[in-house]
């Protein structure tokens, strides 16, 4: 489909995005760009390029598809940096968690003739590096797209196919709407986790050792999101503020209403909520956007001793 | 170990003591007890009990171990019920998820010369009820034990080695103590669950379909701990109310800080305590309370189109 990719950063996105192309046959040649020689040496070595270079306008060079994969708070000096060195008739993507300041930041960079379209593969794992990525990341998930009324059909549509080729299912929004939709999926549920991890560790009457030994009745889920990469998430909550304040309000009111339903033992109020919170899991497992397996199929992690039994 | 082991309630918990028991050889003869004449039936099916009672009363008798496995919120009338029943030296104990109010509950009604000894096994999943059961649930999880300081020694020596041939590490420690180390790693981590996949299903701007379709970005692992048994969450709460606020109190204070933070674009505070979270998830990890796995090891789930490639 494309003969020359250059990934702008090779993280667990754009790792991934070398595995699933190589998979599908979709490109030619792949290179890349990082600023940290050490991932620009274990890129070459894991063999996820071709070519790793430190200035993302060498990458760039002869390249018909470009995807920006580093965090989104680069995303501005990289767009300046390339603009000029863009070939003609090139798709510029990007896989970030934001839209609207990626479309502000990237767009007065990219010259006539170059086609812009913003995407956000809407999938992940908590490692980050070159070393985190798989082929099959974007299997059964789905890549927004919000490529604005302006943007030219055949390249849309082109990079449509190229993620569906990558395994994912494709939706297109705008960005307004998707930084609404992902600060409800994605965002609020990091901010939370990240929060709830701190307080736990902070706390004067219970042992960090303890809050760990203990982990198993649920507050263990919350550290797997809460490890992922922190300057991806920086940028994200610095690039989507109003959205994430919005949600963040609307999440505090209805705690603000849980937490009187305890003060005031309102067991009725408590069941109903919880109750009704059960559909929408019922709901992402008929989407296929999980696993039915209980506890996400996750194996006995018991230590040496019991494993031996 | 035991010649007669009496559930009281056979959901997740109640089952897998089955399972994990005959697993080990521990009991001679497993009865059971439930109101719900489904589950009776059920767990007769399973195996999991030699005979199901509908009164407690009834599955007592003669028993050398009763385990309470019903929410916690029915303990009292269990505990009224069975008192008189009771076999002199048996041992009673239960898995409730609080531990102050259980003793509360149940010391009262239980006889001299029968030992109550308070425990709860820090594991479960998602699902309930007796089909729900696995026979490695509680392998190289903890059990906390708050035996008090009159409980008898060898009751308390013989319930220790019980759980640890059900699989489990024991723990000792005061009721009080484990309702507040509880708070954090169990109940608190629950009730944000719940309010956050209640706080996306009613969004004006978000449509629950929106929700679930782009769920992988961190919201569906909440969706797994809110498919908790309501009835049981619910008497959690009821149950653990001073140590739950306490612990919503430190969590509300940290999430103002943050939302402070980003209100004001503070990227330092952000990656500094999003860097600090991962120390903790090290530790879970550490401690084998998690599989070191990618997002818990968790395959593919995409649809029947992709899984046919």
Known sequence: MFKRLALIGVGLIGSSISHAARRAGLVGEIVGASPTPATRERAEELGLVAKMYADPADAVRGADLVILCSPVGTYEAVAKAIGPHLQQGAIVTD????????????????????????????????????DAGFAELFD?????????????KDALAKLQEFW????????????????????????????????????AAHLERVTDTEVIK???????????IAASDPVMWRDVFLNNKDAVLEMLGRFSEDLSSLQRAIRFGDGETLEKL?????????????????????D????????????QR
């Open 274 to 294: 919880f109750t009704e919170a059960r559909a929408i899991r019922r709901g992402v497992i008929h989407a296929n956007q999980d696993t039915p397996q209980p």
């Open 95 to 130: 896989v970030g968690s934001v839209k609207c300041a990626v479309v502000r930041d990237v767009a007065p960079h990219v010259p006539e003739g170059v086609h812009f379209i913003a995407g956000h593969p809407i999938a992940g794992t908590e490692q980050s590096g070159p």
């Open 164 to 199: 569906r080729r990558l395994g994912s299912e494709v939706e297109i929004m705008s960005p307004e709407h998707h930084d609404m939709v992902l600060a409800i999926t994605s965002h609020l549920p990091h901010l939370i986790a990240y929060n709830i991890v701190n307080t």
């Open 214 to 224: 203990f982990s198993a009745g649920g507050f263990r889920d919350f550290t797997r």
């Open 140 to 152: 059964g998930r789905w890549c927004i797209l919000t490529p604005g009324d302006a943007a030219d």
């Open 296 to 307: 996400f199929g996750r194996r006995a992690t018991g230590d040496a001793k019991v494993t």
